[in-house]
């Protein structure tokens, strides 16, 4: 038999091959990871919001720009993680599996499962140690069946105009000011009492002590108000004596972005078109 017509050849070129879809290649690749029923999983957690989980989704988050090739920036909110990937540092710069959508989005979700998850067990165990004062314990059989397994489904999809990678993450930290301000009401007020009320009603209402608490929502920690970022930057640390310096990623509260359009571009290269 032909070695070029073999079964899994032929398989391979016509059918799986076929129903792939590739990005773009030279542009930006946006890929979006949201956690999946997250309402239901953090049902149990603090409110409004769960300084536990958010540092679990940043580091979720820090994860994923270490092992995603071409990562450049992370934006992070609520259950949602936003990366910005490149493939245009220089001509020979690869794209992420080659900008097939099917590999992105399956990989990127399974990593931030993975990941989430991990970080999330650490979590019951150090919780465990802090309810027995330190004493030594053994994580059960019932531990390991209450313990909920989050999910994460992606996205992927290319934005090739500069303008509207800053205006995606615009939109995106538009969103989370709108959620945290929703959480905010939801933990005080009941959902009859906040039916019908806008963002500006809650945030007024909260101050005034309308639910029986004074809630100042401008108060409240800026990553929870509008997101986090998880950039790269330069680091010098000692080794052998000598100053070394290298890249490292970091987590950090990004500024308002309409108030501050040159903020991602100091992480993310700009691609600049000829005038024509």
Partial sequence: MNKNDSLGDRIKNNYESRSQT???RRTYTIVRLDGKSFSRYTKNLQRPYDLGLMADID?????LCENIQGCKLAYVQSDEISLVLTDFDNMLTDAWFDGNVQKI???SASLATAKFNHLRMKQLIVNRITDSHGQSFTINVQDYQNFSLAHFDSR???IPDPTEVHNYFVFRQKDAIRNSIQMTGQAYFSPKMLHGKSCEDIVRELANGDS???VVWSDL???FQQGRCVVKVKETVTCDGKPIE????KITTPPVFTNAPDFIWCYVPKI???NC
């Fill in 59 to 63: 580091e979720t988050a820090k994860f």
């Fill in 272 to 274: 600049v078109y000829p």
């Fill in 22 to 24: 590739h990005l773009p």
């Fill in 246 to 249: 290298r890249s490292v990623w």
């Fill in 156 to 158: 992927a999809f290319s």
């Fill in 212 to 214: 029986g608490h004074e």
């Fill in 105 to 107: 989005t399956s990989v």
């Fill in 221 to 223: 920690p800026k990553g």
